[in-house]
Structures are given as C-alpha cells and as structure tokens.
C-alpha cells in the first residue's frame, strides 16, 4: 500500500514538473513583457528598462529564470507580483484561495447529493417519464457552457427580477449564482454515470440471488445494488475535480468573483509571470492528490480491491 502511494506521488511530481515547465515556456513566449506592463505610460530611457529587467531577473536565460524560480518555491517562496510591486504571490493565493475553495466545495456538494440519488432513481425507474426528463436535464447540463448559463441567470435574476447580485461574494446571495452554475453542469455528467453504473449494476446476478432469496427491492437497491454503482461515481468524482476548477475560472470571471480564477485570468492578461506559474502549479498538485485520493477510495467502496 505504501509502496502504491509512494509511486503515485513520484508520477504526480514528475507531471507537476513537466507542467510548470510546459507553463513557463508558454508564457516566455507570449507576446510582449512585463516591463511593459510596469512602466505603463511612463517615459522612460533604454537603461532604466535594463535595469528593471535586471531587478526582476528578465534579462537571464528562460532556462535560468525557470531554475531561480523552482529553487525558490522548493521553499515556498512563490516571489512577488510584477503588477502588484512588493507583494508576494503566496500572499495574494491566500486571499483569493478561500472564496474559490467555498465555491468549489458547495458546487460538488449540491451536485453530489442531488444527482447520485436522481441517476440512481432513473435507473431504477428505468423508461419512466422521471427517467427520460432527468437525462434530458442532465443532456442539456452536459451542451451548454458554464459562461451562457451564468450570463442567462445574471440576465433573469439579477437584471430582470432583481432578486440576486449579479456579482460579488460580500453577502450569502453571491453565492447563490455562481454555485448554481457550477453545480448544473457537475450534476449532469454525475447523474449520468449514476444512472450508467446502477443499470449494469442491476443487471449483475448478486441481484438476481438477492431477489431470489426474498429481499425487499429497497434493501436490495439500498445494501447492494448502490454500493456497487458508486465505484465509477467516486471515480468520476476524482476526475472531475480538474475540470470543475477549470470552470470556476470562467464562472469567476463571468460574476466578477474575487478567486483565484479570476485572478489568473488577471495575472495572464497583465503577464504577472509569477502569479499565474503559482497558480497552475497550485492547481496541478491538486489534480493529481485528487486522483490519487480516489484511486485509494476504491479499495473501501469495493473491498474486492486491493492495492499492493
């Protein structure tokens, strides 16, 4: 088992470390500089622009400045913003890191208790009206984008019933959109994959012999069938960890929300070099230790699992 763990961890560092490598070259190549950004509008002359490229250690190879850099967060020193001078990066991920943590969380959640027991009831009811209107809904969560979504509920709850902001996270009422938006899309593929996982799970012959032995249907869905079905669901869930935080960034982005998707998307337009290699670094290392959390939740929800 920990040799298991142990191997996982080393394939995750070295996909961090492809990633953050992959990140940096990105960005050296896109267009313009930093400096630019610093100076604005500024008059400035040829040898003060060397010498902030100097401060900052822009006139160094990529190769170096990569280097500097991984030693320095191999310390946890993340450096300091080029737009926002002074401040360190890690600073500003701990301001915006607990509004996107809250969205996150509250959006799977919502999504997890609502659309397991729905792909679970669709299936047991398998043809029903209930079944053929849950995927229709979960179909539709799958097409459309987060983005249309966030701006038709910006457009009916906050424009035209006034019910709602249509931005900010000061009050409980911020929430309400942006998690709804999030956690549509995330009921879809789960509902999805309950209702797949509970037909073939009901098609196995454990629930043939459990009928047979005069088990109600319910302690035979409940005890049984369910249990089952939940493997690919948790597995699912792991997966989809990666692209609700993708999701968040254009749900942050959409309803003005203060985290950290917002402020990649801030920190990319701007060239702040730093924030935005913290920020997919972060993101990275939280993929992989949510994939590999789920390959160990396997071996609880099936104990016909076992890792050696």
Request: glycine residues 8%.
């Given at each position: 088992?920990l040799?298991?763990?142990?191997?996982?961890?080393?394939?995750?560092?070295v996909?961090?470390?492809?990633?953050?490598?992959?990140?940096?070259?990105?960005?050296?190549l896109?267009?313009?500089?930093?400096v630019?950004?610093?100076?604005?509008?500024?008059?400035?002359?040829?040898?003060?622009?060397d010498?902030?490229?100097?401060?900052?250690?822009?006139?160094?190879?990529?190769?170096?400045?990569?280097?500097?850099?991984?030693?320095?967060?191999?310390?946890?020193?993340?450096?300091?913003?080029?737009?926002?001078?002074?401040?360190?990066?890690?600073?500003m991920?701990?301001?915006?890191?607990?509004?996107?943590?809250r969205?996150?969380?509250?959006?799977?959640?919502?999504?997890?208790?609502?659309?397991?027991?729905?792909?679970?009831?669709?299936?047991?009811?398998?043809?029903?009206?209930?079944?053929?209107?849950?995927?229709?809904?979960?179909?539709?969560?799958?097409?459309?984008?987060?983005?249309?979504?966030?701006l038709?509920?910006?457009?009916?709850?906050?424009?035209?019933?006034?019910?709602?902001?249509?931005?900010?996270?000061?009050?409980?009422?911020?929430?309400?959109?942006?998690?709804?938006?999030?956690?549509?899309?995330?009921?879809?593929?789960?509902?999805?994959?309950?209702?797949?996982?509970?037909?073939?799970?009901?098609?196995?012959?454990?629930?043939?012999?459990?009928?047979?032995?005069?088990?109600?249907d319910?302690?035979?869905?409940?005890?049984?069938?369910?249990?089952?079905?939940?493997?690919?669901?948790?597995?699912?869930?792991?997966?989809?960890?990666?692209?609700?935080?993708?999701?968040?960034?254009?749900?942050?982005?959409?309803?003005?929300?203060?985290?950290?998707?917002r402020?990649?998307i801030?920190?990319?337009?701007?060239?702040?070099y730093q924030?935005?290699?913290?920020?997919?670094?972060?993101?990275?290392?939280?993929?992989?230790?949510?994939?590999?959390?789920?390959?160990?939740?396997?071996?609880?929800?099936?104990?016909?699992?076992?890792?050696?």
């Open positions: 088992m040799r298991y763990v142990a191997l996982r961890l080393l394939q995750g560092l996909v961090v470390f492809l990633v953050s490598v992959a990140t940096f070259v990105i960005m050296q896109a267009p313009g500089s930093p630019d950004i610093m100076i604005g509008e500024a008059q400035v002359t040829q040898e003060q622009i010498a902030i490229e100097r401060k900052w250690g822009l006139d160094r190879p990529w190769y170096i400045q990569y280097l500097t850099w991984l030693g320095n967060v191999l310390s946890l020193d993340f450096g300091q913003s080029v737009v926002r001078t002074g401040v360190p990066v890690g600073e991920l701990l301001e915006a890191a607990p509004t996107t943590i969205l996150n969380l509250l959006a799977l959640a919502i999504a997890a208790i609502v659309a397991i027991p729905v792909g679970v009831a669709a299936a047991v009811k398998r043809y029903s009206f209930f079944d053929y209107a849950s995927m229709l809904g979960a179909t539709l969560g799958v097409a459309l984008p987060n983005y249309w979504v966030g038709m509920l910006i457009i009916l709850f906050s424009l035209q019933l006034g019910w709602l902001p249509p931005f900010g996270s000061d009050s409980w009422q911020g929430y309400v959109l942006p998690v709804a938006v999030l956690a549509f899309g995330e009921m879809a593929v789960l509902a999805r994959m309950a209702r797949g996982s509970t037909v073939e799970a009901l098609g196995q012959d454990f629930v043939t012999v459990a009928r047979a032995k005069g088990l109600q319910n302690v035979v869905i409940g005890r049984h069938v369910v249990r089952n079905a939940l493997l690919p669901v948790v597995t699912l869930l792991g997966y989809r960890l990666a692209f609700i935080l993708s999701g968040t960034i254009v749900v942050e982005t959409v309803f003005a929300w203060p985290g950290i998707g402020l990649f801030d920190s990319i337009y701007r060239l702040d924030v935005v290699q913290a920020i997919v670094l972060l993101l990275s290392v939280i993929v992989v230790l949510g994939n590999i959390l789920t390959d160990l939740a396997y071996a609880y929800i099936d104990p016909r699992i076992r890792i050696r």
